[in-house]
């Protein structure tokens, strides 16, 4: 009985890491015989099969060649047009990858930010896309449409979070006001987020006080003359077993830059920053979506 027990007991531990386990080497196995670009490419134009089609999307966008034209046509296409949510999500994630500064018309579009009604008529996953692609994409026309869904109440928490980090490129009155506004919100991702793009924004930094930002920039005759260069967070997360034993595959993790259209200034890059260490080792990561 005690050998019964404890073969039980063997089995039960091996049994709690098999999820683990099992998506490690789905992984492993889809890294060495990923589809094709052919296969990437049919499965993004099924349009009657959603789960297939973002699986293509999502294949295609993370190519190397993901940015070629006839692609990007079909993304903006699917951005605008797909009657599924997660592919149009998709799509709009690929465009803020590749997509041009005009793209961020489309995207905000797609995801009708600054519209009062888009909360109930444009799913989650669309609107949280849309913000975090608008990180990517500098196109100074949208940034009313950012900060009237960033001071919207009724938006989802994730949602705002990634457009306070976007708004962060956009040193202007109308976005430093509702940068300070969200300063005031119950949501502490959200405080954190608001006052790292004011920082970035004005060079200066004084927390989560909203009436110190305020009263410093009523009496600063030039509020963004010592702004920083905005750049898109990226983050990183673990490498699995699997990842770690395909050497001839090594996982590479995006730096932050500077997104498309936005003009650098000698105001100081990240590089800048990691070397003076002025920053205090902040880590650039994306505060909306977690590790």
């Known amino acids: 009985m005690a050998t019964a027990t404890a073969t039980i007991i063997a089995a039960t531990s091996l049994l709690v890491g098999c ?49 070629e034209t006839p692609y990007l046509e079909l993304y903006r296409t699917l951005a605008q047009e797909s009657p599924d949510p997660l592919v149009r999500a998709a799509a709009i994630r690929a465009l803020g990858r590749w997509g041009t500064p005009d793209d961020a018309q489309v995207i905000a579009g797609a995801a009708r930010l600054g519209d009062e009604e888009s909360i109930e008529s444009v799913a989650v996953p669309i609107r949280l896309e849309s913000a975090i692609a608008l990180q990517r994409l500098h196109e100074p026309a949208i940034v009313d449409r950012i900060w009237r869904q960033l001071i919207n109440e009724d938006e989802n928490e994730s949602v705002r979070v990634e457009l306070a980090i976007a708004l962060g490129q956009y040193p202007t009155d109308a976005s430093f006001q509702a940068l300070c506004l969200a300063l005031d919100d119950r949501s502490l991702a959200l405080n954190l987020a608001a006052a790292d793009s004011l920082r970035v924004m004005t060079g200066r930094d004084f927390g989560l006080d909203a009436p110190v930002w305020l009263s410093w920039y009523a009496a600063a005759p030039s509020p963004f003359a010592g702004g920083e260069t905005f750049l898109y967070p990226t983050f990183q997360r673990r490498i699995g077993f699997w990842e770690s034993l395909a050497f001839w595959s090594p996982v590479r993790f995006e730096e932050p830059g500077p997104p498309r259209g936005l003009a650098i200034t000698s105001r100081r890059t990240y590089d800048d920053a990691a070397e003076d260490d002025a920053e205090r080792d902040r880590e650039y990561q994306n505060l909306g979506e977690g590790p």
């Open 19 to 67: 999820d683990t386990i099992s998506e490690d080497f789905s992984d492993f196995m889809q890294g060495i015989s990923p589809p094709s670009p052919f296969e990437a490419a049919v499965w993004a134009a099924d349009f009657n099969d959603p789960g297939r089609q973002r699986r293509g999307v999502v294949l295609l966008s993370n190519a190397a060649f993901g940015g």
